[in-house]
Nanobody
Framework: QVQLVESGGGLVEPGGSLRLSCEAS?????????MGWYRQAPGKQRELVAR??????IYAGSVEGRFTISGDFAKNTMFLQMNSLKPEDTAVYYC???????WGQGTQVTVSS
């Protein structure tokens, strides 16, 4: 079966950067029109972080200007470049393919000094 695997999470100091990757196995499922990143912090609902829709990028207001979503379709991989990280960015980050409605297992991002 097709699965999504995130990587790149970890512990970083405020102001630092991380690059998350999400690779699909089995077959190609990512589309420039239907892929995105979500996150869920303790006690909060899972929320949209960034999404590519119709060739356009959409970002949550809280990450606009700091995060960048992109995809390498030849490698069936999606990325989330996160810069100027804040403690409020601490959460489990999930990649999601709208084709098939498939979620990754999540990767922990912790921003702390």
């Amino acid at each position: 079966q097709v699965q999504l695997v995130e990587s790149g999470g970890g512990l970083v100091e405020p102001g630092g950067s991380l690059r998350l990757s999400c690779e699909a196995s089995g077959r190609s499922i990512f589309s420039i029109n239907a892929m995105g990143w979500y996150r869920q912090a303790p006690g909060k609902q899972r929320e949209l972080v960034a999404r590519i829709s119709g060739g356009r990028t959409i970002y949550a207001g809280s990450v606009e200007g700091r995060f960048t979503i992109s995809g390498d379709f030849a490698k069936n991989t999606m990325f989330l470049q996160m810069n100027s990280l804040k403690p409020e960015d601490t959460a489990v980050y999930y990649c999601y393919s709208e084709i098939g409605g498939i979620w990754g297992q999540g990767t922990q991002v912790t921003v702390s000094s």
